[in-house]
C-alpha cells in the first residue's frame, strides 16, 4: 500500500473514540491500523457495577474487531516489543514490522507493583480489565473452602473502594461467602485522595456500616500466600489480594524509547504529541503532559479525544494542532453497591438512588456509542 497510514497502539477510552469518529469520517487514502493485547476493551466505569452483579460482564465490553471492521481498518492482536523512530516502524512480538506515519499510544497504565506478585496464590491485579473479573472469580472459587475468606484491597483510591463496595455486594449475593471479610489497605490517613473531606467522610462511614474495614497508613512491602506483610513488619491474612494501586506505566513505554516524566510515563506536550517525536501522540493514562499534568483518571482521556481526532488529522494536513487544556474539576460519580452512588460535584455531597440512576444513564450512553 502507497497510501499514509495512521497506526493506534493500545485501544483504551481515547484511542477507541478515534475509531469511533473515523467510521463516519475517515481520510482519503490513509490505512487506519490497530495493535492491541485483546480483541475486546473493557469500559472502567462499568467494571464496579459488572463486579457487583448488576451488569452483564458483556454490557461493559466494546468489541474492538468490530469496531475496527466499521471503520474500514485492520485490527492486529500482538504485542509490541522495539520501535525505530527513524524508519517509523513498530516491531510486533510475531516478528512483522509495522510501518506508521502518524502513532498514537493509549496502552493505559498497570497498578503500580502488581509485576512483583504475579506467581503468589490468591493474588489478583486489577489490570488488564479484560480478565478481571474471571481471574478474581476463580480465585474466590479456589478459596471458597475456607470458612470466612480474607480478601485484602490494596490500595485506598477511589478505584479501590469502589471495587470494595460492589465486591461485598456480589459476595452478600453468594450465601457461602457472605461472612468474608474485606479490608482496604491504605497508605494515606484516608481512602479515595483528591475527594473533598466530606466525601471521604461520608465514604468511610459507608465502609465502615458495610462491615469493610480500612487499614490507614498501610504501605504493602510484601505478598505472600495467605497474608500481606504492612510497612515490613505486620502481617495480616489474606486468602485473596485484589491490587488496585496507583497508576505506574506499563513495560512497552520502556521498548519504545521515547522521552519520559519522572515517572516512566510519555512525556507529551500540550498537543498530545510526543515531546521527542511529533509523528508520536501519547494519550490516556501512558502519557503526561508535563506543562499541565492530570490524574491518571478515566475522564481525562475521554475529554481527550477530540483533541486527538483533530490534531492527527491536522498533522496529515500541515494544519495547526489544538492544545489539549485538562479541566480543573469534574462531576465524580462512586458506584456504592447498594443501589446507590454517591456524587460529588464542586461543594455537593450527596448519596441517593437517583445518583446510581444517573451514573448509569451517563455510563451507558457512552459505552453504546461503541456498540451500535
Known amino acids: 500500500m502507497t497510501g499514509r497510514r495512521i497506526v493506534l497502539l493500545g485501544i483504551g477510552h481515547t484511542n477507541a473514540d478515534f475509531v469511533r469518529r473515523w467510521i463516519d469520517h475517515p481520510l482519503p487514502d490513509v490505512e487506519l491500523v490497530c495493535v492491541s493485547k485483546f480483541d475486546q476493551a473493557t469500559y472502567s466505569g462499568m467494571l464496579p457495577g459488572t463486579l457487583g452483579g448488576q451488569f452483564r460482564p458483556d454490557q461493559m465490553q466494546i468489541d474492538l474487531r468490530r469496531l475496527v471492521d466499521d471503520a474500514g481498518g485492520r485490527l492486529i492482536t500482538d504485542n509490541v516489543v522495539a520501535m525505530d523512530a527513524t524508519a517509523k516502524e513498530l516491531q510486533l512480538d510475531g516478528g512483522d514490522r509495522l510501518r506508521y506515519d502518524v502513532l498514537s499510544i493509549g496502552v493505559g497504565s498497570i497498578p503500580a507493583g502488581c509485576e512483583n506478585y504475579t506467581d503468589v496464590s490468591g493474588f489478583v491485579p486489577i489490570k488488564p480489565m479484560q480478565t478481571f473479573l474471571s481471574r478474581l472469580h476463580q480465585a474466590l472459587d479456589l478459596d471458597r473452602a475456607a470458612r470466612t475468606p480474607s480478601i485484602a484491597i490494596v490500595g485506598g483510591g477511589v478505584a479501590s473502594v469502589e471495587i470494595a463496595f460492589c465486591l461485598d455486594q456480589w459476595l452478600r449475593l453468594r450465601s457461602s461467602q457472605s461472612s468474608a471479610q474485606l479490608q482496604i489497605f491504605c497508605a494515606d490517613q484516608h481512602v479515595a485522595s483528591g475527594m473533598s473531606c466530606q466525601s471521604v467522610k461520608r465514604l468511610e462511614a459507608l465502609l465502615a456500616n458495610r462491615g469493610i474495614s480500612v487499614v490507614p497508613n498501610a504501605r504493602v512491602t510484601d505478598v505472600q500466600t495467605g497474608k500481606v506483610v504492612v510497612n515490613d513488619e505486620n502481617s495480616f491474612d489474606a486468602g485473596i489480594v485484589v491490587w488496585a494501586t496507583g497508576a505506574a506505566p506499563p513495560h512497552v513505554i520502556r521498548s519504545l524509547g521515547l522521552p519520559t516524566d519522572s515517572r516512566g510515563f510519555i512525556a507529551t506536550q500540550k498537543t498530545l504529541q510526543s515531546t521527542g517525536d511529533p509523528a ?54 462512586l458506584n456504592t453497591g447498594d443501589g446507590k452512588a454517591l456524587l460529588e460535584y464542586h461543594r455537593w455531597t450527596i448519596h441517593f438512588r437517583w445518583c446510581l440512576w444517573l451514573k448509569n444513564r451517563i455510563d451507558r450512553s457512552f459505552i453504546r456509542e461503541f456498540q451500535r
Open 280 to 333: 508520536v501522540f501519547g494519550v490516556g493514562d501512558c502519557g503526561t503532559v508535563v506543562d499541565s499534568p492530570h490524574p491518571k483518571a478515566g475522564v481525562y482521556a475521554v475529554r481527550q479525544s477530540p483533541v486527538l481526532w483533530h490534531n492527527i488529522r491536522a498533522f496529515l494536513g500541515g494544519h495547526t494542532l489544538k492544545e489539549f487544556r485538562p479541566q480543573s474539576d469534574f462531576l465524580k460519580l
